[in-house]
């Protein structure tokens, strides 16, 4: 009720009183209820942009859960931390952590896929695309259909770009859905301008958009893209020079024959 009211700071010091005395009980039927308790602390001290101070306390919980042998919060737990490390660009700290801690088997379709959005952003990060690439796939395939539009967006705007960096051109209906139309649109400037090969689109098309890049925490992989334009633009290059015979460099030159050329 309180984030609902943007009473932030309010939600924050609830949410810790909260947590305080839910970490004193080892019952398996509260384990929903403390998971829910982990999500809103960690969501009250993201909108107070106090995120950082308390992942030890995330870290602390997670080992606990361990123990206990908690799945759900082993899941919850391990997005949030996971989601902590990114928001702070803390990528090596994740990608580590991921590799100490196994998701749970037993865990939520809904925290699996959150799970996989956040290990697909970490190896696109970490330049293993071909991995972040089907981590991502299967999270969209896997998420509510119905509902949860802005996770579905998410996924699908990383999606394009690490098709791109794979030296791939993603379908064009993707774009013409109608839920990814319009947030797309800045995704499809550039994958435009990466398939002609187009340098000049594609600073144009980052310049014009480099706000919403920049808000979906996506700017820093965009501009590895400007390797991908001029390859497809050298390539084209190469191609058509490609085509030219001997005997019309020949003429062109006014040389009596290719093979005196």
Do not use: W
């Amino acid at each position: 009720t309180l984030l609902r009211h943007e009473r932030n700071a309010e939600a924050a010091y609830a949410a810790t009183a909260l947590i305080e005395r839910v970490r004193t009980f080892n019952r398996r039927s509260l384990d929903i209820f403390t998971s829910k308790a982990y999500f809103y602390l960690s969501l009250s001290y993201e909108r107070i942009q106090r995120l950082d101070s308390i992942r030890p306390t995330l870290l602390t919980l997670y080992r606990t859960s361990c123990v206990r042998h908690d799945d759900m919060g082993q899941a919850v737990l391990l997005n949030l931390l996971l989601r902590n490390y990114l928001s702070y660009h803390l990528v090596e700290q994740a990608h580590t952590l991921s590799l100490r801690a196994s998701f749970p088997e037993s865990a939520s379709n809904n925290q699996f896929c959150r799970y996989l959005y956040y290990m697909g952003r970490i190896q696109a990060v970490q330049l293993e695309y071909s991995e972040a690439y089907q981590r991502l796939m299967m999270a969209a395939r896997k998420a509510p259909q119905g509902y949860a539009h802005g996770f579905t967006r998410m996924v699908y705007k990383l999606v394009v770009i690490v098709q791109l960096l794979m030296g791939e051109i993603p379908e064009r209906s993707l774009f013409n859905q109608e839920d990814l139309r319009v947030p797309l649109k800045p995704y499809f400037a550039i994958t435009q301008a990466v398939r002609t090969g187009d340098v000049k689109q594609f600073h144009a098309a980052v310049a014009e958009h480099e706000a919403v890049f920049r808000e979906d925490e996506n700017l820093s992989l965009v501009e590895r893209l400007g390797h991908n334009v001029l390859k497809t633009g050298l390539r084209k290059i190469s191609i058509s020079y490609s085509r030219i015979s001997l005997q019309d460099i020949a003429t062109k030159l006014h040389i009596p024959s290719a093979t005196a050329a």
